[in-house]
């Protein structure tokens, strides 16, 4: 047990030594991880990690799904369903079947583990891509396809991996049999995710103690998964429906306390990990080339290299010709949006797989009915290794290098949304605040000081609707310089509230307080100046 806390305790430490060390050096911190834990892998000494297949997708996969689905724009996901679509359900179906091939013909793995391989990597992971895309800047719905395929692609591949392992482990496949359990596994999924949303949605509102809600959000991805399996549905499919319900529903009943303080808890929940499944990555070579020692290197070689180009090409030969598609339509009259080709590059290139597929694969059962091992588990996890490491860090290292190729920036749209909001938030703020003014308790000074206020912000978001680009470099200047004004004074009020709690003026939970609320304050700083 002390060993077990110890080794976990390091990869913890690993984990944030080496995201920091990829913050330095501008790169995607999954990257860093994939290659160091390759590294750590082969240290002399090092313990090797054996993970329980049956709780590794348990305990991975269900809080970063309801992660990704909580995130997610449903007006944006919505208007880009059919992109989605073809990429998470067609191109996944689609890959499977090519890999399949593949691997049956060429490398020679019997037709029923052949499908297992093209499931496990069939979904894409849009961590690398996605902290790339937003830290350099991509056009607003490359992003949203990039983060709603990676999102629903899971779960699409996550059910064909599940009929895959079922065919192998049972001997026995029936295509009519499989649609129609495709479809009801599918559909009973996002029922069950609604299912545990409305009521987890109606505690929420009868609630108001951050500590027990954010204890809520925990648990719920985990009870809708484990519901969904009990019942033979799909838990990767219930855990995106009930993460994108109550996403929608939160606004309403989160109070602004709980709202950051859950904010806080996910994103260094979901940063951990991601940093665990990456670093687990790398580390799994060792075990993995061990089981194969008895093979020819150069012919393992040879199978993965023909099994990452077959992934690799089947997504941009269908992204390309599918974006040719809808450029046609638009020819003819459609009134949905060409594509613009540099987008096109760049979604065809995203194709990078991650911690679903190594989950996947090492959650492969170790033995089949009648007792017998799993046929080319080990060739399996191997082929599907590689895959990651070609795509993650070879896509990977090359999609930031790619896009400043490209020269592809943000549109602007949700910069203008977002002056869009607080301009119709100022208003609704003056017009309270007439409202009050007729009323002789409320203060005369206290009204004409916030009237002030909101004015001066209408005045400033309205500049950004009418003219966000035309505002000259003098503009620029005049808001950096009241920045760095505003901060310095904050930095004095933090400075003169911790004076007064070294001289024991103030205990240590009054300073508390008050930073929050020096925080927040700056916080609106970025979004006011």
Known sequence: MPNTITLVFSLLVAIVVLATVASRFHLPYAIVLVLAGLVLGFIPGLPTIVLDPALLLFLFLPPLIYSSAWLTSWREFRANLRPILLLSVGLVLVTTIVVALVAHALVGLPWPVAFVLGAVVSPTDAVAASSTAQSIGLPRRLVTLIEGESMVNDATGLVVYRFAVAAVVTGSFSLAQASLQFVLVSAGGLLVGLVIGWPVAWLHRHLDDAPIEIA???????????????????????????????????????SSNTRLQAAAVWNVLVFLLNGFVFLLIGLQLRSILEALASQAPLSLLWDALLV???????????????????LLARYLGSREAAPAWRNVLILAWTGMRGGVSLAAALALPLT???????????????????????????????????IRLLRLQEDG???????????????????RLDELATQDEVPEEELMHLRSVYEKKIQNFTGRMDGAEASDERDGERLSAGRRLRQEVLQAE???????RDQGRIDDEVLRQVERELDLEEQRLQVDL
């Open 494 to 500: 933090r400075s003169a509230v911790i004076r007064l």
């Open 368 to 402: 089949i009915s009648g007792g017998a091992p799993f046929p080319e588990r080990d060739l399996v996890i191997f082929l599907t290794f590689c895959v990651i490491l070609a795509t993650l860090v070879g896509q990977g290292l090359s999609l930031g290098p790619l």
């Open 216 to 254: 809520i959000t925990l648990l719920t991805p985990f009870a809708a998964y484990l519901l969904a399996e009990a019942l033979n549905v799909s838990g990767v499919l219930a855990v995106m429906a009930a993460g994108l319900y109550l996403s929608r529903q939160s606004s309403r009943f989160f």
């Open 413 to 431: 749209s949700r910069e203008r949304e977002h002056a869009q909001a607080h301009l119709a938030a100022a208003q609704a703020a003056l017009a």
């Open 308 to 326: 990452c180009l077959a992934v690799i090409i089947i997504r941009i030969v269908w992204v390309i010709p599918a974006a040719f598609s809808r």
